[in-house]
């Protein structure tokens, strides 16, 4: 009769601790699960100034230096749209740069596709290339940057690739240039990543 009785009373420990355990367990993953959705809005918050950092800090300079020299150009239309403008604009459009606060910018033409592209390196004068469609085979409105301003109709930023100049991974920014409601070209600049 007493081994029933301690039967009994072994089978209702064995259940009481299953029990305790099974509570325990449940309160330790309530408590880790808080814990794991707390360091998630956390590491959101981090990402959150990180994103905030480099908007300020990277992208902010490039996209002021885009819409100063699209702004130029839409003040100054003769410099895209006649002879004598085109030869001007080549002349000053390093010093138009220097003057948007970026090392490096450029201007598609929407009438025949050619480039001005301008860099700044430390220490040195400024670089200007003009690339054509006939010299060079280079057509800026066949880029993705060229026709990812157009189809955006304003600001736009490129998907990442690899520029084939620096051969690093490059986003570019670019905003179309407007004189009388039509496009006369687009402006852009690259953040090397």
Same mark, same amino acid.
């Given at each position: 009769?007493?081994?029933?009785?301690?039967?009994?009373?072994?089978?209702?420990?064995?259940?009481?601790?299953?029990?305790?355990?099974?509570?325990?367990?449940?309160?330790?993953?309530?408590?880790?699960?808080?814990?794991?959705?707390?360091?998630?809005?956390?590491?959101?918050?981090?990402?959150?100034?990180?994103?905030?950092?480099?908007?300020?800090?990277?992208?902010?300079?490039?996209?002021?230096?885009?819409?100063?020299?699209?702004?130029?150009?839409?003040?100054?239309?003769?410099?895209?749209?006649?002879?004598?403008?085109?030869?001007?604009?080549?002349?000053?459009?390093?010093?138009?740069?220097?003057?948007?606060?970026?090392?490096?910018?450029?201007?598609?033409?929407?009438?025949? $596709?050619? !480039?001005?592209?301008? @860099?700044?390196?430390?220490? *040195?004068?400024? =670089?200007? %290339?003009?690339? &054509?469609? /006939?010299?060079?085979?280079?057509?800026?409105?066949?880029?993705?940057?060229?026709?990812?301003?157009?189809?955006? $109709?304003? !600001?736009?930023?490129? @998907?990442?690739?690899?520029? *084939?100049?620096? =051969?690093? %991974?490059?986003? &570019?920014? /670019?905003?179309?240039?407007?004189?009388?409601?039509?496009?006369?070209?687009?402006?852009?600049?690259?953040?090397?990543?």
């Amino acid at each position: 009769m007493f081994s029933k009785i301690s039967n009994k009373i072994a089978v209702i420990v064995v259940a009481l601790l299953i029990i305790s355990f099974s509570i325990f367990a449940f309160l330790n993953f309530s408590e880790t699960k808080s814990t794991m959705i707390d360091m998630t809005k956390n590491a959101k918050d981090v990402v959150s100034i990180a994103d905030r950092v480099i908007v300020e800090q990277i992208m902010a300079p490039k996209i002021d230096a885009v819409n100063k020299l699209v702004d130029y150009l839409q003040r100054n239309p003769s410099l895209t749209t006649t002879s004598e403008g085109l030869e001007r604009l080549k002349k000053i459009f390093p010093e138009i740069t220097g003057n948007a606060g970026t090392s490096q910018i450029f201007f598609g033409f929407a009438s025949n $596709g050619s !480039l001005f592209n301008t @860099t700044l390196k430390v220490g *040195k004068h400024p =670089e200007f %290339l003009e690339l &054509t469609v /006939s010299r060079d085979n280079y057509d800026a409105r066949s880029r993705d940057w060229y026709k990812g301003a157009i189809a955006k $109709g304003g !600001l736009s930023f490129s @998907t990442p690739y690899i520029a *084939k100049t620096v =051969e690093r %991974l490059s986003v &570019t920014i /670019s905003k179309p240039v407007k004189v009388d409601g039509n496009v006369v070209g687009v402006v852009g600049t690259d953040i090397y990543i």
